[in-house]
């Protein structure tokens, strides 16, 4: 499923990570008659033949996870909408960050690391790997907010420090391992056939609209403006394209810890939306608004749900 075959008749199978003309040549011989003329013809025609399909999948692959990069820009649809707007709306998507993230965690990472065969010791180190270095990560943010951002002013200096909830940093982190992640996945998928990555690309890209829209109306919510919130989002994207890269450059190495890396990032979701999300919805006093708050958490786990149907 990695990996790219030489033979033209297969087009693409297992290991790419041990894909080159060597190999190609080693496994030719089992095929072609050792009489040098026909056998050394066939070899240059095959290695050509792979360089070409080579190149063929790269080229998709790294316009499919630009296509996914351009999902974090969604929030630029927001820049003509006036803040206080978006303030009033903020509850109902502060409730559907929370639904999202947990439906992603639970419905998308969690069963995808256990149908790669990840243990059951394995699994629990993992996912409480990912709670805790959230939790230390917000710990020094916190710490950095009070103690490093309040010590730049000068003592008897009137001083107004605008101090981001750590949040967004949680939610900018967590974003951008799990676009690694979908880089990963969307070159795996090229890997088998370009069907394959086309109907993996659309599936990743439905799925990543409402994460990008809930991590958008997070950063807001944590401080950031409009700008800013666009900019990181998009950085944060770019990491699926460092993913891609590093499926074809590590083969089977990066294969093997993406499981991991999947459960890591559940973890981290699960955090974000138990230790500040629910914490925030559970404030709301307002009945009207606390029913928009639980209706908008069961809308973001229905979404991740709904998208099951395209994987």
């Known amino acids: 499923m990695h990996c790219i075959a030489l033979d033209p008749g297969l087009f693409f199978a297992r290991n790419f990570c041990v894909l080159s ?20 013809e066939h070899v240059r025609t095959d290695v050509a033949w792979y360089h070409l399909m080579m190149g063929i999948v790269l080229l998709y692959t790294l316009v499919s ?3 996914i990069s351009a999902a974090s820009l969604i929030g630029v649809v927001t820049l003509s909408v006036k803040t206080s707007v978006l303030k009033a709306g903020m509850h109902f998507f502060i409730g559907l960050a929370a639904g999202a993230l947990l439906g992603d965690a639970f419905i998308h990472l969690i069963p995808t690391a256990f ?5 059951g010791i394995t699994f629990a180190l993992a ?7 959230f939790l230390l990560l917000e710990k020094y ?4 907010n009070k103690n490093v951002e309040h010590g730049r002013c000068l003592p008897g200096e009137v001083c107004i420090v ?12 967590g974003d951008g391992v799990h676009n690694f992640i979908d880089g990963a996945i969307i070159a795996a998928s090229y890997a088998v056939s370009i069907p394959l990555g086309v109907a993996t690309t659309v599936a990743v890209f439905l799925h990543e609209v409402p994460q990008e829209i809930s991590d958008f109306a997070l950063l807001l919510h944590s401080g950031y403006s409009k700008i800013q919130a666009l900019l990181w989002n998009g950085v944060s994207a770019l990491t699926a394209l460092v993913g891609a890269v590093l499926f074809f450059a590590l083969g089977d190495v990066f294969v093997n810890i993406e499981p991991i890396a999947a459960i890591f990032t559940a973890g981290g979701f699960i955090y974000i939306a138990a230790a500040n999300l629910v914490p925030e919805i559970q404030k709301t006093e307002h009945p009207g608004t606390s029913a928009v ?5 069961i809308i973001g786990i229905a979404l991740m749900f709904a998208l099951l149907a395209l994987e």
Request: proline share 2%; net charge positive; charged share 20%.
């Open 21 to 40: 003309r060597r190999f190609y040549v080693n496994t030719t011989r089992s095929k072609y008659t050792a009489s040098s003329g026909f056998y050394e």
């Open 65 to 67: 996870v630009l296509v």
């Open 115 to 119: 149908s790669e065969g990840v243990d």
């Open 127 to 133: 996912i409480l790997g990912g709670m805790v270095i």
């Open 141 to 144: 943010l916190r710490w950095y």
């Open 162 to 173: 605008q101090s981001k909830k750590p949040v967004g940093a949680l939610v900018l982190f």
């Open 293 to 297: 708050e639980f209706i908008a958490v």
